[in-house]
């Protein structure tokens, strides 16, 4: 499995702007979905973000749509999460995960579709 680590995570006023950066191991990230999700305390992690291998779509939360971007950067191996007009219900620990398939996208919201996770980067958004 792709090892995964988050980045970028921090302490931000409410309409600020935010970059995460999930940065892989090997040589084929390029062929992965991966996929953002977050987790409030107290709540159920949320699907945030995807982006499917061979597919030129973005996915998004409704809560993000309008507000975040997902991209990737081949040559970097990176998938990025470039987060506007945060709110201070943006505040979670923000995870990274991926997919070596390509899952139907009724799943690809579904955190049970990504075996690799990485270990999660903090955003607290202030008012």
């Known amino acids: 499995q792709v090892q995964l680590v988050e980045s970028g995570g921090g302490l931000v006023q409410a309409g600020g702007s935010l970059r995460l950066s999930c940065a892989a191991s090997?040589?084929?990230?390029?062929?992965?979905?991966v996929a953002w999700f977050r987790q409030a305390p107290g709540k159920d992690r949320e699907f945030v973000a995807a982006?499917?291998?061979?597919?030129?779509?973005?996915y998004y939360g409704d809560s993000v749509k309008g507000r975040f971007t997902i991209s990737r950067d081949n040559a970097k191996n990176t998938v990025d999460l470039q987060m506007n007009g945060l709110k201070p219900e943006d505040t979670a620990v923000y995870y990274c995960?991926?997919?070596?398939?390509?899952?139907?996208?009724?799943?690809?919201?579904?955190?049970?579709?990504?075996?690799?996770w990485g270990q999660g980067t903090q955003v607290t958004v202030s008012s």
């Open positions: 995960a991926a997919n070596s398939g390509r899952p139907i996208t009724s799943s690809l919201r579904r955190d049970m579709a990504y075996a690799s």
């Open positions: 090997g040589p084929t990230f390029s062929t992965y979905s």
């Open positions: 982006i499917r291998r061979g597919d030129t779509n973005r």
